[in-house]
């Protein structure tokens, strides 16, 4: 019989313990390591979800830049529709919960009462295109004298764009061309040549981000809470300049114009009785080839009867005239008279036609077709003009020529945006500037290249969300009307700069 030692019992009884107490070590760690890798690709999900909610509300952002641009392609649409419309830019739904909607704000000292913001397109033709401008005037000096007129804007800067955007390399009195730029530090050249972005100022010496964008660090256009700098908020020289804005060389029924200034004057003449009132159409042949001077002497002059005129411009248009005066502008029309002279019963006979548009119960009625219908330049596109029906103050006091009283006025009688009035016929053209707003033909025959009351390119801000909460997405674009073939000039992603407008999911 084997007799064990006394204490071995309990030794072996103690080792079996530690092998207890060891494994329960194990399991609590392997189970501590299971709960984290757990924890883990939980949080994996979580992030995985996310980014891919991340990416549906770009892609709910983005359906609202395609189907701003489907809108803007149908030609029964009102313009006037896309400046605030609640029910058709608000909450649009594209499936899986996803939503846009399309958000821009008001210009500065409109609003409404409710929102400071509104559901609706921006008109890229309410702003001064800064190549069109060297397009209008080479010399610079009408660019310059805008420019001066926008907030903080200085001479050096002022030059300094202008030589940034003008084909040659001498500098300005306070401007800089290449020799100013090659020793900095990157060293460049100047362009010389025109603007690829708004945000390519900033490449212009004394250009920068505080003078360009203000205070609207996440450039929605609304003051936000801490975007004033102790001065009052500022949205930059970035809310008034542009280099998108377009406008085609065409009529209301997007029809080319009839150039006034064509030398086939038989083939004019048959133009512009179709579009024109005859008399006014006998008037521009007569105008372009018959002296606009009055006699010198004591012969008289009569008012030219209708067969005299009617004789005067078939004689015109069947002997034809190799150099026939060129109408620089349309409201040179206005006040106009021609004199020729012609033998009437055996006799010299000095006879006058004065420009239907001189008399005032005709102009109402005449005026606007003219400058719908008609045209001085035989491009088919013309540099881009500003929309004065669009236009904010700031824009409107840079115009050549404008006072404050003109730009009040223009304010006061201009139809309400949104309204549905932009559509009457009274606003197709600039001639309501004259016809109701008092201003003079002097000044209409200078701002007549520098304002429209036509747009085709819209700035759009496309938000992208779930109704539910989760992340969000903004885009911005600008796009092209192009006659009915939108086409999409310029996207960026500003989803960094957050939601920007505060409504309601």
């Not at 299971?34 to 980014?51: D, H, I, K, R």
């Not at 069109?132 to 009408?142: E, K, N, W």
């Not at 038989?266 to 159409?281: C, E």
């Not at 606003?427 to 520098?450: C, G, I, P, S």
Request: proline share 5%.
């Amino acid at each position: 019989m084997r007799v064990s030692r006394p204490g071995t019992t309990l030794r072996s009884e103690s080792r079996r313990g530690m092998v207890l107490y060891a494994v329960l070590i194990v399991v609590v760690l392997l189970s501590l390591a299971a709960y984290q890798y757990s924890e883990l690709m939980s949080q994996e999900q979580t992030a995985a979800a996310s980014a891919l909610r991340q990416v549906q509300a770009k892609a709910c952002a983005d359906s609202g830049i395609h189907a701003v641009a489907a809108l803007l392609a149908d030609p029964e649409r009102n313009p006037d529709d896309f400046y605030d419309n609640e029910s058709l830019f608000h909450q649009v739904s594209v499936g899986g919960g996803g939503q846009y909607s399309i958000v821009a704000a008001f210009p500065r000292g409109e609003t409404l009462s409710t929102r400071d913001y509104r559901f609706g397109l921006i008109d890229e033709s309410s702003k001064i295109n800064l190549n069109a401008l060297l397009r209008l005037d080479t010399s610079g000096r009408v660019a310059f004298e805008m420019l001066m007129k926008l907030p903080n804007m200085t001479e050096e800067v002022a030059d300094a764009i202008i030589d940034w955007i003008d084909p040659d390399d001498n500098p300005r009195p306070y401007g800089a061309e290449s020799q100013s730029y090659l020793g900095g530090t990157p060293s460049y050249r100047c362009k010389n040549g025109p603007l690829d972005s708004v945000e390519e100022l900033l490449l212009v010496r004394g250009v920068t981000p505080e003078l360009l964008f203000g205070t609207d660090r996440n450039r929605n256009g609304i003051e936000d809470p801490g975007e004033s700098d102790g001065e009052g908020w500022d949205p930059g020289w970035a809310a008034y300049l542009t280099i998108y804005s377009r406008e085609m060389n065409v009529d209301a029924e997007g029809e080319p114009r009839t150039n006034l200034n064509d030398s086939d004057l038989a083939g004019l003449s048959d133009k512009l009785r179709q579009v024109l009132d005859q008399d006014l159409a006998d008037f521009i042949i007569l105008y372009r080839t018959q002296s606009t001077s009055a006699p010198t002497g004591n012969r008289p002059v009569v008012d030219a009867p209708a067969d005299a005129v009617t004789s005067k411009v078939n004689e015109v248009i069947s002997g034809g005239q190799s150099r026939p005066r060129s109408v620089s502008s349309r409201f040179e029309l206005l006040e106009g008279e021609v004199y020729w002279t012609a033998e009437v019963n055996g006799r010299q006979q000095t006879f006058r036609l004065r420009s239907p548009l001189s008399d005032r119960a005709r102009r109402d009625s005449l005026l606007p077709i003219l400058l719908d219908k008609t045209t001085t330049q035989r491009d088919t596109e013309l540099p881009a003009r500003v929309n004065v029906l669009t236009a904010p103050e700031e824009v409107l006091a840079c115009l050549p020529g404008m006072t404050d009283a003109d730009v009040r006025s223009i304010v006061e009688l201009r139809p309400v945006l949104g309204s549905g009035e932009a559509s009457n016929s009274r606003f197709q053209t600039t001639a309501w500037l004259l016809l109701d707003a008092n201003f003079t033909v002097d000044k209409m025959r200078t701002l007549e290249r520098y304002i429209t009351t036509r747009s085709q390119v819209y700035r759009v801000q496309s938000v992208g969300y779930f109704g539910n909460g989760g992340p969000m997405a903004r885009v911005e674009a600008v796009i092209d009307v192009n006659n009915g073939r939108p086409r999409i000039v310029m996207w960026r992603d500003l989803t960094e700069l957050g939601r920007g407008y505060n409504f309601q999911q």
